[in-house]
């Protein structure tokens, strides 16, 4: 059975992290309050705003963007959305 983890961005039990998905506390953190649906939803939300808003992982002011905006994601707050992005129809 997979641990699970009380989700803060869904507010109930979900299926937890398998490992820390960032380096040190931050990580831990994350792992410990973050479910995996919501880390994945995350995931594709980051890969939408580095590509649309091409932003440069080696510039530390849009690295401090990106996790500005995971905290805001993760916390159900207003984020950016990838101008021009149309979900795919089902």
Known sequence: MAQTVFCRKYQQELEALPFPPLPG????????TV????WEEWQAQQTRLINEKHLNML???????LLDQMERFLD????????GYVPPSE
């Open 35 to 38: 479910s995996k649906p919501a």
């Open 25 to 32: 506390a931050k990580g831990q953190e994350i792992q410990q």
């Open 76 to 83: 159900n707050r207003d984020t950016d959305h990838a101008e």
């Open 59 to 65: 510039d530390p002011d849009n690295r401090a963007y």
